[in-house]
């Protein structure tokens, strides 16, 4: 049932929300150049990799040896916009409609976290990962990763249709807020580590 209802939804609002697609793929092409979308591996169900989209809110800003610059030196103010309404994630339908994530589950993290995970937080990777998620509603960006992680193994052993919608409704009250973008002292989120519990 929840993949049927992520593949209509998912359809539904690639075409619903196209015209904010293409003006949002315009003014990134027009601010921050090639490429627009920022595309990178996360895992998805059972920790099999996939390619993740969103809309590029940084630029390729290196230093002299060739390395990227931190990520507060290279997202704009145009890029935190985007960010703050969520436009970035609009891609991540495609993904969906795809199968690789679902509208409501654990957000993808990076490849390089799967050996650092505990055995109970790599339950995470039962489902597939979502565009929102419980952790996401309870704060995002704004609270720490053990938090983070208690938040998706609770979703995980407690979801149902009801959590989800309910998840869904939160979601877009906290993108009207724009609560939770980003941790004290980061841009977004810091690095995980490690939380062996």
């Given at each position: 049932?929840?993949r ?6 998912a ?6 929300f196209?015209?904010?697609i ?8 027009l601010?921050l150049g090639?490429?627009v ?5 996360r895992p998805?169900?059972h920790g099999?990799?996939?390619?993740l ?7 390729d800003?290196?230093?002299d040896h060739?390395?990227l610059?931190?990520d507060?030196?290279r997202?704009?103010s145009?890029?935190r916009?985007l960010r703050?309404?969520s436009l ?8 969906v409609l795809?199968?690789d994530?679902s509208f409501?589950?654990?957000r993808p993290?990076?490849m390089?976290?799967?050996p ?14 979502g565009i929102t998620g419980?952790?996401?509603?309870r704060g995002?960006?704004?609270?720490s990763?053990q938090e983070?992680?208690d ?6 052993e407690n979801r ?12 877009v009250i906290?993108?009207f807020?724009?609560e939770?973008i980003?941790q004290?002292?980061?841009e ?9 519990t």
């Amino acid at each position: 049932m929840k993949r049927i209802f992520d593949g209509i939804f998912a359809a539904f609002g690639l075409i619903f929300f196209g015209l904010i697609i293409f003006a949002t793929a315009l003014l990134v092409r027009l601010k921050l150049g090639n490429p627009v979308f920022f595309k990178q591996l996360r895992p998805g169900l059972h920790g099999r990799p996939f390619m993740l989209y969103k809309f590029r809110t940084m630029t390729d800003l290196k230093d002299d040896h060739g390395e990227l610059l931190p990520d507060g030196l290279r997202l704009t103010s145009f890029g935190r916009w985007l960010r703050k309404l969520s436009l970035d994630e609009l891609p991540q339908l495609y993904n969906v409609l795809k199968g690789d994530m679902s509208f409501v589950g654990p957000r993808p993290l990076l490849m390089e976290y799967l050996p650092l995970y505990s055995e109970e937080q790599a339950k995470r990777h039962k489902v597939r990962p979502g565009i929102t998620g419980l952790a996401q509603v309870r704060g995002r960006n704004a609270i720490s990763w053990q938090e983070k992680l208690d938040l998706d193994i609770w979703y995980i052993e407690n979801r149902t249709f009801f959590l989800d919608m309910k998840i869904l409704l939160l979601t877009v009250i906290k993108v009207f807020r724009s609560e939770g973008i980003s941790q004290a002292g980061h841009e977004t989120m810091e690095r995980f580590t490690g939380l062996h519990t």
